[in-house]
């Protein structure tokens, strides 16, 4: 059974950083697309990073720069590095694995959340101005 875990959320002041984990068990997460969500309430969930099984890597506009995604292999781990952070960043934060697809060849589809299957439980963060 897949199950997806995240953690590291909490609250920041503008301009610091937080590292985001979700640890992954059931499958191999090397051979398939994983992707870091966000919601913010009122709002839509958004795709902040993915990574691809090959390693390719995509970012939202909002966090390019800042964000860095990441996965190691050996322990079936997912990370977000966030740095410089901003109010506008503060959302529940969401791991997502698609095990239909390990490719998206870079598009911005490997950030849609109808393409993935699984889902962690959330990890909050708030960053205050």
């Known amino acids: 059974q897949v199950h997806l875990a995240e953690s590291g959320g909490g609250s920041v002041q503008a301009g610091g950083s937080l590292r985001l984990s979700c640890a992954a068990s059931?499958?191999?997460?090397?051979?398939?697309?994983m992707a870091w969500f966000r919601q913010a309430p009122g709002k839509e969930r958004e795709g902040v990073a993915a990574i691809e099984e090959d390693g390719t890597r995509t970012y939202a506009t909002s966090v390019k720069g800042r964000f860095t995604i990441s996965k190691d292999n050996a322990d079936n781990t997912l990370y977000l590095q966030m740095n410089d952070l901003k109010p506008e960043d503060t959302a529940m934060y969401y791991c997502?694995?698609?095990?239909?697809?390990?490719?998206?060849?870079?598009?911005?589809?490997?950030?849609?959340?109808?393409?993935?299957?699984?889902w962690g439980q959330g990890t909050q963060v708030t960053v205050s101005s």
């Open positions: 997502a694995a698609d095990l239909r697809r390990g490719s998206y060849g870079g598009s911005y589809h490997a950030r849609s959340p109808a393409n993935y299957d699984y």
């Open positions: 059931g499958y191999p997460p090397r051979k398939f697309c």
